[in-house]
């Protein structure tokens, strides 16, 4: 079983402008932020789109088993499992966008901060 993972910081949040690092404070996406979010959901889509034609996942299925006939590789019917994120607005409101394309509901993890 192959497991990929996308990795995606949240998008530009209100009052970038300033170049301030902001840490834990809680200060939300701009309109901005929410397209550049937009845009990585579309970017993951089409990664897994294409997962099952690249040229890695051949090269998978043949290490897969020693014919390159065993069974076929989660890829198929490629789609995120499950979306994970800290508990930041931010960075909640970038997941959301994510998951609403898979009918997921982000996982809140404060750790991930």
């Known amino acids: 079983m192959v497991t990929t993972l996308y990795l995606v910081r949240h998008g530009e949040t209100e009052g970038n ?9 809680d200060v939300p996406l701009s309109s901005n932020g929410e397209e550049q979010i937009r845009a990585a959901s579309l970017f993951i889509q089409d ?3 294409g997962a099952s034609s690249s040229k890695h996942m051949s090269y998978l299925k043949d290490v897969h088993t020693a014919t390159g006939k065993g069974p076929a590789l989660a890829h198929a019917d490629a789609a995120l499992k499950a979306v994970y994120c800290s508990d930041l607005g ?3 409101k ?3 966008i994510i998951a609403d394309a898979y009918g997921l509901k982000p996982v809140e993890l404060p750790r991930l901060r």
């Open 47 to 49: 990664c897994l789109q």
């Open 90 to 92: 931010r960075a909640v």
């Open 17 to 25: 402008e300033i170049k301030r690092y902001k840490g834990s404070i």
């Open 94 to 96: 970038s997941a959301g």
